[in-house]
């Protein structure tokens, strides 16, 4: 077994998703799969594929590929708006994509026309978290030139809402994502069948039953694989915040003062620390640091292990209480909790991903 390594546990991940897609078709939504973050390993989409999502999505488009492969038959949506200069590829991976701009609709509009196909678009609606969409004052306008444009199909609108503003989706929000549907419907003459009003953040609404009829898709992904909502990341009754548990080899093992000796300047990632003075304590260092994991978003499995701090390269950790006293060359174990962490281990080709069942 090589390290440092991420073991997949794909039994819960599959309780997760049946657990998440029980609740979705409870309130009369059907959920898309968001594979970002595990950057649509075929492993994972195949599981995900199995427990029954028809819809799953992704930013990038070479994931789009590893979707088509592995979960045949399903709807596919890019996350990431298209870049004009990759319309023919969007046209060609994704079956739907997230759109905002009337430019780049034109251009997917046209790489459609020259495939024979139709592309569906899901319009974006800045309901004040300011990252993607089209301002409520300006959906009449973008409606009307939508309304030209023969190879697009306008599948919905959509909503992304406590990703860069951190603004909670609430009654007031969905309502404007709403009215932005009726006021495109008009301009098109046709109806607009989809409402996607967001991700993660959204499921405390959808569990409370507060979310408005008419929403009728949900994109998610940290609610399946880290078993929370994305709010104030509350860990959800009935699911596993445990999926992922990454290992690392211990590479030193000495006793060392707890304060740095000498004069302090900044750390190797342009940061001051404070230090508490505990003494001696035994530290060790781990084989794996910040090129391939975020460390604040990792909880060691032993709870008398506590993580310092971390380098490129290196993890440190104080494991004067260890409940089992580690030596040189011990594998110490951590469950993923955090969206970054597990985001960084799966774009890392030094992390060997390893799948595992009960
Ligand atoms: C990443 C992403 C999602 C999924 O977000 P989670 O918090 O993982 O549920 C949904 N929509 C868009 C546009 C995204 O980029």
């Known amino acids: 077994m090589n390290y440092p390594s991420v073991e997949v546990r794909l039994d819960k991940l599959e309780q997760n998703a049946a657990h998440v897609l029980t609740t979705c078709y409870r309130h ?5 799969a968001v ?6 390993h075929p492993d994972l989409v195949r599981t995900l594929h199995r427990t029954g999502f028809k819809s799953m999505a992704d930013s990038r488009l070479g994931n789009l590929r590893s979707l088509r492969e592995n979960a045949p ?6 996350l990431r708006l298209p870049a004009i200069s990759r319309a023919p590829e969007v046209v060609s991976l994704a079956d739907v994509s997230l759109n905002s701009e009337i430019e780049t609709l034109r251009a997917l509009d046209s790489a459609a026309g020259q495939r024979g196909i139709n592309h569906g678009a899901v319009i974006m609606i800045d309901v004040g978290d300011l990252r993607e969409g089209v301002w409520p004052d300006d959906v009449e306008a973008i409606g009307g030139q939508l309304a030209e444009l023969s190879n697009i199909d306008v599948v919905g609108v959509g909503t992304n809402l406590a990703c860069y503003g951190g603004v909670i989706p609430g009654r007031e929000n969905m309502d404007e994502l709403l009215s932005a549907r009726g006021i495109l419907e008009a301009a098109l003459g046709r109806r607009v069948p989809m409402v996607s009003a967001g991700n993660s953040a959204n499921w405390t609404m959808l569990e409370g039953g507060e979310l408005p009829a008419e929403v009728n898709n949900l ?6 694989f880290l078993g929370n909502e994305s709010v104030y990341r509350r860990r959800i009754e009935g699911m596993y915040g445990d999926v992922f548990t990454l290992k690392a080899e211990i590479i030193e093992l000495k006793v060392k003062p707890s304060m ?3 004069e302090r300047g900044q750390d190797a ?3 001051s620390h404070d230090f508490e003075d505990k003494g001696e304590r035994l530290r060790a260092i781990a084989a794996v640091g910040r090129a391939d994991v975020e460390p ?3 909880e060691p499995c032993d709870p008398g292990i506590e993580i310092l701090g971390a380098s490129s390269d290196h993890l440190i950790l104080d494991v004067e209480d260890a409940e089992e006293g580690p030596v040189l060359g011990d594998i110490v174990s951590f ?8 985001l960084y281990l799966f774009m890392s080709p030094y992390v060997d991903k390893i799948m595992a069942q009960g």
Request: hydrophobic share 40%; charged share 20%; aromatic share 4%.
């Open 28 to 32: 009369e939504i059907e959920p898309t």
């Open 35 to 40: 594979t970002k973050v595990v950057s649509a």
């Open 73 to 78: 038959g399903v709807q596919l949506g890019l």
């Open 219 to 224: 994109r998610l992904g940290e609610v399946i």
């Open 260 to 262: 740095p000796i000498g």
């Open 269 to 271: 990632f342009g940061k």
């Open 296 to 298: 604040e978003g990792l």
């Open 335 to 342: 469950t993923v909790r955090g969206y970054s962490a597990l």
